[in-house]
Antibody, heavy 116, light 107 residues
Framework: EVQLVESGGGLVQPGGSLRLSCAAS????????MNWVRQAPGKGLEWISY????????YYSESVKGRSTISRDNGKNSLDLQMVGLRVEDTAVYYC?????????WGQGILVTVSS | DIQMTQSPSSLSASVGDRVTITCRAS??????VGWYQQKAGKAPKALIY???YLQSGVPSRFSGSGSGTDFTLTISNLQPEDFATYYC?????????FGQGTKVEIK
């Protein structure tokens, strides 16, 4: 069974930083592209970052470009998203999702709240 | 960025009904559309990819169609577990973008 489990969320002050992690199991992680998608409270879905299966190609949405770094460790079946310079508008549930731009499987999500 | 416009934004339906949700892209995206179901407080679940292909394990009462700019998700014989919010997504062009969602509620 495919499982994606996010961790690392919480309350952070504006301007602060956070590292989100996603632990993958139930599939050959190293063969799959991965993404981060977020959802602000009561809002729709927003794709924010992509990484290729080998970790050599990364893409970011304009909303997080320059403030976020996606990375992966295929030996540990894990995906990370490092975020700095957090803003109030970054408050959202963050999901890791497998696949290319079509997201086959999703984690349960982790809440990030940016507030003073 | 390609805009995906879903309609309606919400609808009320009864168990057993046939429901249709449409999604219009701001430019031609071939058949690179996916549909997701999200229940309250839960993660999205993939239903359909490439406009009309059912994700593994998804009931056959779900179907998708369309190409170019106009796409449709149809749920035939609506079941109690189908009450949720549905999102379309284009993945023809970077960045991938989602529609604003359609909430399917119980009448």
């Amino acid at each position: 069974e495919v499982q994606l489990v996010e961790s690392g969320g919480g309350l952070v002050q504006p301007g602060g930083s956070l590292r989100l992690s996603c632990a993958a199991s139930g599939f050959t992680f190293s063969n799959f592209e991965m993404n981060w998608v977020r959802q602000a409270p009561g809002k729709g879905l927003e794709w924010i970052s992509y990484i290729s299966s080998r970790g050599t190609t990364m893409y970011y949405s304009e909303s997080v470009k320059g403030r976020s770094t996606i990375s992966r460790d295929n030996g540990k079946n894990s995906l990370d998203l490092q975020m700095v310079g957090l803003r109030v508008e970054d408050t959202a549930v963050y999901y890791c999702a497998s696949g290319g731009y079509f997201h086959d499987y999703w984690g349960q999500g982790i809440l990030v709240t940016v507030s003073s | 960025d390609i805009q995906m416009t879903q309609s309606p934004s919400s609808l009320s339906a009864s168990v057993g009904d046939r429901v249709t949700i449409t999604c219009r892209a701001s430019q031609d995206i071939s058949s690179w559309v996916g549909w997701y179901q999200q229940k309250a407080g839960k993660a999205p679940k993939a239903l359909i990819y490439a406009s009309s292909y059912l994700q593994s394990g998804v009931p056959s009462r779900f179907s998708g169609s369309g190409s170019g700019t106009d796409f449709t998700l149809t749920i035939s014989n609506l079941q109690p577990e189908d009450f949720a919010t549905y999102y379309c997504q284009q993945y023809n062009s970077f960045p991938p973008t989602f529609g604003q969602g359609t909430k399917v509620e119980i009448k």
